[in-house]
Nanobody
Framework: QVQLVESGGGSVQPGGSLRLSCAVR????????MGWFRQVPGKGREGVAT???????LYADSVKGRFTASQDNAKNTLYLQMNSLKPEDTAMYYC????????????????WGRGTQVTVSS
């Protein structure tokens, strides 16, 4: 079992920055791939970045060069640094964990946080 709690969302103007955090509670010794996903009303959930147990990160083309995903294993925390934010980045952002990933997908079973809202507007 894995429990995930996101924080750090909010409202920001275009061009601004936010850092999302995800506190991870999991069984000691377990290795999981982690990911950040986002969703807007009426659309499916989109993979933003996934990171495996070796900290190899994959990014969606839409965020490459602007977003940075990282993890601090000592703090059991996953981060998403978001720079140069655009209005189209507005979404609910979710943290997720699974034993395996495939590109920007985490393979079932997947554990999800409740999400944190990011709004980019002037």
């Amino acid at each position: 079992q894995v429990q995930l709690v996101e924080s750090g969302g909010g409202s920001v103007q275009p061009g601004g920055s936010l850092r999302l955090s995800c506190a991870v509670r999991r069984a000691t010794g377990s290795n999981y791939s982690m990911g950040w996903f986002r969703q807007v009303p009426g659309k499916g959930r989109e993979g933003v970045a996934t990171i495996d147990w070796a900290s190899t990160v994959l990014y969606a083309d839409s965020v490459k060069g602007r977003f940075t995903a990282s993890q601090d294993n000592a703090k059991n925390t996953l981060y998403l640094q978001m720079n140069s934010l655009k209005p189209e980045d507005t979404a609910m952002y979710y943290c997720a964990a699974a034993e395996y990933r495939s590109g920007l997908r985490l393979l079932s079973p997947t554990y999800w946080g409740r999400g944190t809202q990011v709004t980019v507007s002037s």
